[in-house]
């Protein structure tokens, strides 16, 4: 039955060079000479190292725990020794280091002892922590967290359960050999989504210029008896985008504020689901994962790569010709040149493309915006490049707040589609990571401004305390002194004033006096406050006063003191208190 597809507005259609690398099957690679492990390689916090130099380690240990909820532990690729836990370059634009585990393999490749976890009979929070555990993220290049996007809405139920299998970006083919080779594998991680999130129809989008893979995928859909719908979908770039797949199968637009379970609808890469199939059916986490080679090269092929391996080494099994002069990590529209060539892969590495200037021309050089709007046009999340430009291009970065800069997910439509050869996302990158500083800055200065606002406080409500302190002890001092001159008063007094016989002492005079005692003590100390206030609080800078300015203060004071002498002198002693 032929589902009725919506569209999404915008999107390009550049050159797929697909064809290349599918004409093989998908082949191992081999362990390579040493293993770069970032502990970082998901969206959240960064997994603690729990090994430590010189530790042996067997394929699928433990390396990095996960921190936090949204985190991913981290694992080993193969088996071998701990050289060095230390600080690494990574495959990121910036070219910064991060921190890694850094494995020298035995060639064993010796496994831990795997057993397969029993999902169906588990609360879905554990199977949850289970793939947290083992490290299950995203594979379609977000790399977020899959244990937390597998918790659903508590107020929305959920409707569509979307698979991606568009594969939209050129060059890129491994989701669509996973598909061809591993179809029931997938199928199946698809079944534990759909048990842990309930909906009510689960979709599988799979662009139509992959008819093999979407063959495979139905037959496997078939022969496991699932009632899982595989949907071709137009190549059109960017369908692979969650929400733009998210609005071709299901007609619904998620709103830049809101998650797409608020609609009742989540989505997950292929590849995401077989390495859920894997961690759950066989115990395995996640050590490896498939990635496109190709570009400048003999032999494009789809590779099984370990965790780590040098990019340099991979490309070297599809021979690069000798002019290749870098590697793009990714697709040409959102991929980027890595900073060396042996830079680790990551989970999120899905296509190594071997760069020279026959495939990669040198841009001609950027030319002004002439306001034709094809960006705008082009833009699959309906936004205004081209204002976005002149503000990041003149620093108004809360000009770029106000047109939505943050909706932008960097696809590169609009910078394929500019006649002037304007590097567009180049700019929205840097409006970002300038508001992301300033923002870090912000809230660094807000966050000294509260400690040092707490600091003073604290210090005046210990003077206070201290003051109120010294009041009572001063005036239990002064009570002290005034029982016991009562005391001596009244023994002094015995011979002479003694009461009658059979008739009791008067203590409680002895008591009324001591309390008045303390009384007089704390309005003692508390007149002596309020001098010291009133020292405090007398008029500065009175030396060179003006002849009028004088006059003026002397008759204040004239009146002053006309008005204390009409007062008693019980009244005027309670005012000058």
């Not at 130099?53 to 990095?64: F, N, R």
């Not at 050999?177 to 759909?194: H, K, N, Q, T």
């Not at 890595?338 to 841009?363: D, G, Y």
């Not at 002479?496 to 008591?511: C, F, K, L, Q, T």
Request: glycine share 6%; proline share 8%.
């Amino acid at each position: 039955m032929l589902m009725n597809l919506f569209k999404f507005k915008g999107g390009v259609k550049p050159p797929t060079n697909k064809t290349q690398s599918v004409g093989l099957p998908i082949a191992v690679a081999p362990i390579p000479s040493r293993l770069v492990v970032p502990l970082h390689q998901s969206i959240g916090g960064t997994p603690r190292p729990v090994v430590q130099v010189g530790d042996k380690v067997l394929k699928g240990q433990l390396i990095g725990e996960a921190d936090g909820w949204i985190s991913a532990a981290v694992h080993a690729p193969t088996s071998g020794t701990v050289i060095a836990v230390d600080m690494q370059v990574q495959p990121h634009p910036s070219g910064l280091d991060a921190m890694s585990v850094v494995i020298e393999p035995d060639g064993q490749d010796q496994w831990i002892d795997r057993q397969p976890f029993d999902y169906t009979n588990a609360a879905p929070e554990a199977v949850r922590e289970y793939l947290q555990q083992s490290g299950v993220v995203g594979l379609g290049g977000a790399v977020f967290p899959t244990h937390g996007k597998l918790t659903p809405s508590k107020t929305v139920p959920m409707e569509e359960l979307v698979i991606n299998g568009a594969e939209c970006e050129p060059f890129i083919t491994c989701d669509d050999l996973l598909m061809r080779e591993r179809a029931e594998e997938v199928v199946r991680g698809v079944g534990i989504f759909r048990d842990l999130l309930k909906p009510k129809k689960v979709l599988i989008g799979i662009e139509d210029n992959k008819p093999e893979a979407a063959e495979a995928m139905r037959a496997a859909v078939q022969a496991i008896g699932e009632d899982f719908e595989v949907v071709p979908v137009p190549t059109l770039y960017p369908a692979g985008g969650a929400k733009q797949l998210i609005r071709v199968l299901t007609g619904k637009e998620v709103p830049a504020a809101k998650r797409s379970t608020d609609l009742g609808v989540q989505c997950f890469n292929v590849a995401t689901a077989y390495t859920a199939w894997r961690a759950i059916a066989h115990g395995e986490p996640v050590v490896s994962r498939l990635v496109t080679v190709t570009g400048n090269v003999h032999t494009p092929r789809n590779y099984e790569v370990l965790i780590g391996t040098p990019m340099d080494e991979l490309l070297d099994l599809a021979q690069p010709n000798p002019d290749t002069d870098g590697i793009i990590m990714g697709g040409p529209m959102m991929g980027f040149l890595v900073p060396e060539r042996s830079v680790p892969v990551v989970k999120a590495t899905n296509c190594l493309i071997a760069h020279n200037e026959r495939l990669f021309p040198p841009k001609a050089p950027e030319m002004p915006c002439i306001r034709c709007g094809s960006c705008a046009r082009a833009c699959p999340h309906e936004l205004q490049p081209f204002e976005m430009y002149w503000f990041s291009r003149a620093k108004n970065f809360g000009k770029t707040q106000e047109y939505h800069i943050f909706d932008c997910i960097e696809c590169g439509c609009c910078s394929f589609v500019c006649p002037s050869r304007i590097p567009l996302v180049q700019y929205f990158r840097f409006a970002k990571s300038e508001i992301w500083a300033r923002e870090r800055e912000k809230n660094a200065a807000d966050g000294a401004k509260t400690r040092f606002e707490f600091k003073q406080f604290r210090e005046e409500r210990e003077k206070a305390e201290k003051a109120e302190k010294l009041a009572k002890a001063a005036a239990a001092q002064a009570a002290k002194k005034a029982a016991e001159a009562a005391a001596a008063a009244a023994s002094e007094n015995t011979g002479e004033n003694a009461a009658p016989a059979g008739e009791p002492a008067a203590p409680a005079s002895v008591a009324v006096d001591a309390e008045k005692a303390a009384k007089m003590a704390t309005i003692q100390a508390a007149m002596e406050r309020a001098k010291a206030q009133r020292a405090a609080a007398q008029p500065k800078n009175t030396e060179t006063l003006s002849a009028a300015q004088q006059k003026d203060i002397d008759d204040i004071e004239a009146r002053r003191q006309a008005a204390l002498s009409s007062v008693p002198p019980a009244e005027s002693g309670e005012k000058t208190e």
